[in-house]
């Protein structure tokens, strides 16, 4: 049987295929406990797990408990997060970290919007209930999702109330024109940008967090982790805003270059000499330089809007190719 035909989830009843998918690296503590209580919530769901080369086992236990595994070399949740939405056909995706950090029982919720067509990704937001201000103890994580909502907020202008959580439902047209560029833990941030962004309907369900059990770790570094999502942040801000950030930093170029410049012109008005030369020449320098940002802001805002049209064209195409109907 082929891969494509393996995957292809279509409910034969004509109920709408779920895919329940589970990256894992090194969660053999959980894996058996989140693939059970996932069949025992959602009994005609497909559950799929990834091992990203797992040394303790995770990938033989979650098989025998009935999901079907796959193996993925490349390290890195993004990498893993990437091929799952390439493999796997169906009309909704759950995509939930295999820790047992987030409830199956919240997965019903989650579909809901989606079947209901009120939105084309659901959020688990941990935040709000104030269940994983309780339970996590790991320092600096509230403070970082934090600073990424934040960040988002101010620059994409959509407030959400958890960036980071690893509970998420998607259909399948927002799987199969997901371009998955971050290899890590950053594609909880990608995710979320990018739906802002394309203006994907996007909706947010409390759900109750429980931490890890004893004796299981964390794959998540905050500080070095942390460092690698502000820099997605700040590369889709380029990507994606280029008119906005070339702006900023144009505007910060010309004021250096006034700061230099202003006391420069006020002497040469007051005696007509112009003695710190050295002094004028880098305000005009600065002042050009922030010129030639905001052309290249300019420059690159046409490129984004032309790709912008190809996407829209591309998940048009998408649209028709799964039979579904196109939303304003």
Not at 126 to 137: C, M
Request: glycine content about 8%; overall charge negative.
């Amino acid at each position: 049987m082929s891969l494509e035909a393996a995957d292809n989830t279509t409910d034969r009843t004509g109920k709408p295929s779920v895919a329940v998918i589970i990256p894992c690296y090194n969660e053999a503590l959980t894996i058996a406990k989140v693939v059970d209580d996932f069949k025992r919530v959602l009994p005609d769901a497909s559950i799929y797990v990834y091992d990203n080369n797992s040394t303790d086992g995770t990938g033989d236990i979650a098989r025998e408990h009935g999901a079907q595994v796959r193996v993925e070399r490349r390290q890195g949740k993004g990498n893993v997060v990437r091929q799952m939405m390439r493999d796997i056909d169906a009309d909704y995706y759950i995509m939930v970290d295999g820790d047992d950090t987030y409830p199956a029982e919240a997965a019903p919720e989650l579909l809901a919007p989606l079947m209901n067509d009120e939105a084309d990704m659901v959020v688990g937001d941990r935040l709000s209930n104030g269940t994983y201000g309780e339970e996590n103890d790991r320092a600096f994580h509230g403070f970082g999702n934090n600073l990424v909502r934040f960040l988002i907020k101010a620059i994409y202008g959509f407030e959400f109330s958890d960036v980071m959580t690893g509970y998420r439902a998607y259909n399948e047209v927002f799987a199969k024109s997901m371009p998955v560029l971050s290899p890590g833990f950053e594609i909880e941030t990608e995710l979320s940008i990018h739906a802002v962004d394309k203006r994907w309907r996007i909706a947010e369900v409390p759900i109750d967090y429980r931490d890890r059990p004893e004796g299981s770790e964390s794959k998540l570094n905050t500080f070095s982790d942390g460092m690698k999502v502000l820099m997605m942040i700040l590369s889709l801000f380029k990507d994606y805003r280029p008119l906005a950030l070339f702006s900023l930093l144009g505007l910060l170029l010309c004021v250096v270059g006034l700061l230099f410049g202003v006391p420069v012109i006020w002497e040469f008005a007051h005696t007509g000499l112009v003695p710190k030369l050295p002094t004028a020449l880098l305000a005009v320098a600065f002042i050009f330089l922030g010129m030639m940002s905001f052309s290249c802001g300019l420059i690159l805002d046409t490129v984004v809007k032309g790709a912008r049209k190809q996407y829209e064209l591309e998940v048009t195409r998408i649209y028709e190719e799964c039979g579904k109907t196109t939303h304003a």
